[in-house]
Nanobody
C-alpha cells in the first residue's frame, strides 16, 4: 500500500554534487523517521543520515559537513543533498521510512528500491 520512490542518482566527478529525492505514496497517516542508507559491493548496508519528525538530524561521520538531509512533510518527501562527493561515496542509496497508516495503527517500515550513485576519480 505504501511505496517509496527514489530519484536523483547518477554519475558525477569527484567534488561534484547530487540531490537525491524519495517520495512516499499511499494511505499514510504520518511518517516518523526518514533515513538514507547506502551499500557498496561486498559491504554491509550502512546508515548515512536520519531525520526525525521534528526535524532533528544525524549523520555518519564519513558524510558529516558534506551531506544534508531534509524533508517536506506536506509532500511526504525526504531529500539528501550530497556535496563535495568522493569516490568512497559510490554506492546504492536506499530510502527508509517508518510510517503510521492510521491514527490507531502500529508503525511499519518501508524501503525504497535504491538508486545508484557513482563518483569517478
Amino acid at each position: 500500500q505504501v511505496q517509496l520512490v527514489e530519484s536523483g542518482g547518477g554519475l558525477v566527478q569527484t567534488g561534484g554534487s547530487l540531490r537525491l529525492s524519495c517520495a512516499a505514496s499511499g494511505s499514510i497517516f504520518s511518517i516518523n523517521a526518514m533515513c538514507w542508507y547506502r551499500q557498496s559491493p561486498g559491504k554491509q548496508r550502512e546508515l548515512v543520515a536520519v531525520i526525525g519528525s521534528g526535524g532533528s538530524t544525524n549523520y555518519a561521520d564519513s558524510v558529516k559537513d558534506r551531506f544534508t538531509i531534509s524533508r517536506d512533510n506536506a509532500n511526504n518527501t525526504v531529500y539528501l543533498q550530497m556535496n563535495t562527493l568522493k569516490p568512497e561515496d559510490t554506492a546504492v542509496y536506499y530510502c527508509y521510512a517508518v510510517v503510521r497508516l492510521s491514527r490507531a495503527s502500529n508503525q511499519y517500515q518501508y524501503w525504497g528500491q535504491g538508486t545508484q550513485v557513482t563518483v569517478s576519480s
